[in-house]
């Protein structure tokens, strides 16, 4: 059970395009969903956090325009990077937890992002 | 601001001896407190949590918390070369924010 998917796993795109990234929870009803970025051999940094039918609460220092957040239904969650460029290159991993389990996140096997 | 704090390593330990990795906090009122493991290129996955003080087994993995000092330790005993990961600490504070911080994490390597 607590099964999180991404897609796509890897992505290529050039510089000023916009490339959508999926995060699904597939057998449990994801109320929060978390979007994280790791860049090579950093930590995860927390982008930002969204509730179901709500808008993303975004973290300190993180474009709300430039990386759009959907998550319109409990299995669902979507991050857009818009204009993207070189610097957006990153490993970008979404993670879901269940009301009932506040506590517990699980992770999605994230996407790969280059931007050329 | 909450920090959690983890030495980035590399730690390096012999097959079949038990790794030690540690992390403190600095959020007094910290709930809960969950372990990942990270391998490169890969998501972290859950190991497992702790949340009362002293030590939590699951397997070949073994938690310790201690509230009053502020850290939360894994040890994995009979270390394996699939050990050799990244291990991330998360802590969450109080107020119910359901937010965690996590460490920087620690660079394990188990050698042969």
């Known amino acids: 059970g607590a099964v999180v998917s991404q897609h796509p796993s890897r992505v290529i795109c050039k510089s000023g395009t916009s490339v959508k990234i999926e995060c699904r929870s597939l057998d449990f009803q994801a109320t929060t969903m978390f979007w994280y970025r790791q860049f090579p051999k950093q930590s995860l940094m927390l982008m930002a956090t969204?509730?179901?039918?709500?808008?993303?609460?975004?973290e300190q220092g993180v474009e709300k325009d430039k990386f759009l957040i959907n998550h319109a239904s409990l299995t669902l969650s979507t991050l857009t990077v818009t204009s993207a460029h070189p610097e957006d290159s990153s490993f970008y991993i979404c993670s879901a937890r269940e009301r009932s389990r506040p506590y517990e996140q699980y992770f999605g096997p994230g996407t790969r992002l280059t931007v050329t | 601001q909450k920090e959690v704090e983890q030495n980035s390593g590399p730690l390096s330990v012999p097959e079949g001896a038990i790794a030690s990795l540690n992390c403190t906090y600095s959020?007094?009122?910290?709930?809960?407190f969950f372990w990942y493991r990270q391998y490169s290129g890969k998501s972290p996955e859950l190991i497992m949590f702790?949340?009362?003080?002293g030590d939590k087994e699951d397997g070949r993995f073994t938690a310790q918390l201690n509230k009053a000092s502020q850290y939360v330790s894994l040890l994995i005993r009979d270390s394996q070369p699939s050990d050799s990961a990244t291990y991330l600490c998360?802590?969450?504070?109080?107020?119910?924010?359901?937010?965690?911080?996590f460490g920087r994490g620690t660079s394990l390597i188990v050698h042969p």
């Open positions: 969204s509730n179901e039918g709500s808008k993303a609460t975004y």
């Open positions: 959020d007094r009122g910290s709930q809960s």
């Open positions: 702790i949340y009362s003080n």
């Open positions: 998360a802590v969450f504070a109080s107020g119910g924010s359901y937010i965690p911080t």
